[in-house]
């Protein structure tokens, strides 16, 4: 452990400029240095003790060869923009914050569904990659008394595991998979064009995991033949610069937003702040949630229908509609899709709400109880 790390006042720390509330959790350590994620050079780490990115920096041997760095947190879910085994091999504490978001995709899939005007009641779900996003949707659902089929390989256990041809001829179909381009299961393309022609007529398709799991030219090739099921992506291949043209034929088109709850990014960056105090032996004071998450409790809804009531919480036609209006503008796409995550307006959980709508249904006051809100 180099000697920087046993005085944490004598820290640096770059990290990341799109990482909420990285004053309260890290400024207590050292020095804090922002530079934007997409672009992090080698040269800006050449005196950091410890890198704090999210999923758009490739962590790798590129970047980190040659510099202090001892320790690189990422406050998102995912871990495939990080070579761990280098990590590993060259003694570099690493960590993710795995399930920090999880809730905050799973009310996006039915504020999506909202949108789309498609009635999730009755119908069955499919999810492929069942960790804690889709174990979260997995258990939700079975709360909510709907059916579901299950496809994680790595999961055989799951009692809704089912083939990948019949968890795709469900009725909705969501996928959380992790991008995973070798080893026994790899879900580069998992779902192509073979797989495709499994979505039912009618259904609808939700891709807010790693876009790369899609083929994404397989699945424009066939939206150009035909329509035949609505399709929602929030992940996208070659992120950032996604293809506009697969952008004007799908029903709900957002940009990698799907997790981007203020709860869920704040929930991030405090495990960070733990693992890296476990890690380092920092002996860091605990802190508690962010002040502005609390503050923003017992917000009111009101409507007629639960659907309503979902869209007023959450509205994704609103991120949709501004990712359109950005491919159609003069900024590159590749530019205004980072703009648009960095900008992104404050987007708070199902639970800081409540509604007091008087014509709602016993039955709607549950489900929308288990969802998160609070029906007085």
Not at 6 to 15: C, G, Q, R
Not at 112 to 121: C, F, I, K
Not at 160 to 165: F, G, I, N, S
Request: a negative charge; proline letters at 5%; hydrophobic letters at 40%.
């Amino acid at each position: 452990m180099s000697k920087s790390l046993t005085n944490s006042a004598s820290l640096k720390i770059v990290a990341d400029e799109n990482i909420p509330a990285l004053e309260q959790y890290f400024g207590d350590l050292g020095t804090l240095v922002r530079y934007p994620g997409r672009t992090l050079a080698r040269e800006q780490l050449a005196d950091a003790d410890i890198l704090l990115v999210r999923s758009v920096t490739r962590v790798n041997q590129s970047l980190l060869e040659g510099t202090p760095v001892r320790f690189v947190g990422s406050c998102t879910i995912g871990t495939d923009h990080l070579d761990t085994n280098w990590l590993e091999r060259n003694g570099i504490y690493w960590s993710a914050a795995p399930g920090c978001n999880a809730n905050s995709v799973v009310e996006y899939v039915f504020c999506a569904l909202a949108a789309l005007g498609a009635d999730w009641r009755g119908r069955s779900f499919g999810i492929v990659g069942c960790g804690n996003v889709g174990g979260l949707l997995q258990k939700r659902l079975h709360n909510l008394g709907a059916t579901c089929a299950v496809y994680d390989p790595w999961l055989p256990e799951n009692p809704d595991y089912a083939p990948l041809e019949q968890v795709l001829s469900q009725d909705i179909v969501c996928l959380h998979a992790p991008l995973v381009k070798s080893g026994l299961y790899p879900s580069l393309h998992m779902i192509g064009a073979e797989q495709l022609v499994h979505i039912r007529d009618g259904a609808v398709l939700i891709s807010a995991g790693r876009g790369a799991v899609v083929d994404n030219r397989a699945l424009l090739q066939l939206l150009q033949k035909e329509r035949r099921f609505s399709t929602v992506l929030d992940v996208w291949e070659n992120e950032p610069g996604i293809d506009t043209e697969l952008l004007k034929l799908v029903d709900l088109g957002t940009p990698h937003i799907a997790g981007y709850s203020l709860d869920g990014k704040l929930a991030g960056t405090h495990m960070i702040r733990e693992a890296l105090s476990n890690a380092l032996d920092l002996s860091l004071p605990a802190l508690d949630k962010s002040a502005e998450c609390e503050a923003a409790q017992n917000r009111i809804v009101s409507g007629g229908a639960q659907t309503e009531l979902l869209l007023q919480m959450y509205d994704p036609r609103n991120d949709d509609c501004r990712l359109r209006e950005a491919a159609e503008g003069p900024e590159p796409m590749s530019k205004a899709f980072d703009r648009l995550r960095r900008e992104y307006p404050k987007r708070l959980e199902f639970s800081h709400y409540s509604s007091s709508a008087q014509n709602l249904s016993e039955s709607d006051k549950e489900q929308l109880a288990v969802l998160g809100l609070k029906c007085n």
